[in-house]
């Protein structure tokens, strides 16, 4: 469904992301995992059609279902509908003074023309297991930041997206409830056939969430394979020190495709 080809973003005096090549298909999921200034918040500008401020893309192409995406058409009618963003921190992007049922309305209202259906707020809700009579009053200061991520998985949802990517959605989470968001996006791939399209420096969650896993360093991809194959015989030094760094990764808590952290 969604895939790069050979992408170079550049600056006046140096290359940000050089020669990335990736792809995600129906139901699957895709982590891609670097340190901070690896190329990894440039490379979510690409997907997403957000402005990349003084850089340009050299080379390469993006496609969407088949078809070639131009930089001329941001934002791209197919992010928030088809494509489903949620972002670190996620409660930053709610207004205190509107209620989560208001957000709700807002989004629904936001999507008119661009998609021929949508779920009910209590539909979104019962995906992400909340109780949407509690919560469509609470407003966004009344609730904890884990639950505030959990809504915005919810709105996310509200579209029938193909693909949720997920922009380091449990680096600012303390670990319980980071277990219970992974858990989370792993029940919605299983059990919504909902591709992932992770973006993290955890290699952890990486692991718990990916079919396939993409390393980037520098603004180069150094290393991609399928994520099990990556955590039993990495070869590059680089991939062998994140994993050497990461908590033990223990196989088969949730499903077959599950580590837990």
């Known amino acids: 469904m969604l895939e790069l080809q050979h992408l170079t973003v550049q600056s006046k005096d140096r290359i940000i992301l050089e020669d990335v090549s990736m792809q995600v298909g129906e139901s699957q999921s895709l982590s891609i995992v670097g340190e901070s ?27 969407w279902r088949g078809e ?48 021929s259906k949508v779920r009910s707020l209590k539909e979104c809700m019962d995906l992400v297991g909340l109780d949407m009579k509690k919560l469509a009053p609470a407003y966004p200061f009344e609730l904890s930041g884990g639950m505030m991520q959990r809504i915005a998985i919810a709105l996310s949802l509200v579209s029938y997206p193909k693909v949720l990517l997920a922009d380091e959605p449990t680096s600012a989470l303390d670990v319980v409830t980071k277990l219970e968001i992974v858990d989370l996006l792993v029940r919605l791939k299983r059990e919504e056939g909902v591709s992932l399209l992770l973006v993290t420096h955890d290699m952890a969650v990486a692991a718990a969430l990916s079919d396939h896993m993409l390393v980037i360093r520098g603004g180069q991809v150094i290393e991609q394979g399928p994520t099990v194959q990556l955590l039993e015989s990495a070869k590059e030094d680089y991939t062998k020190e994140l994993l050497a760094a990461t908590p033990r990764l223990q196989k088969g808590a949730t499903d077959g495709d599950h580590f837990d952290l």
């Open 37 to 63: 200034g690896s190329g990894k918040s440039t490379l979510l500008k690409v997907l997403l059609g957000l402005p990349l401020r003084d850089l340009w893309i050299a080379k390469g192409q993006y496609s």
């Open 68 to 115: 070639e995406v131009s930089q001329q058409s941001s934002p791209y009618p197919f992010v928030g509908s088809e494509i489903a963003w949620v972002s670190q921190q996620a409660g930053r992007f709610f207004y205190d003074r509107r209620t989560i049922e208001k957000h709700y309305k807002d989004l629904v209202n936001s999507l008119k023309g661009r998609t």
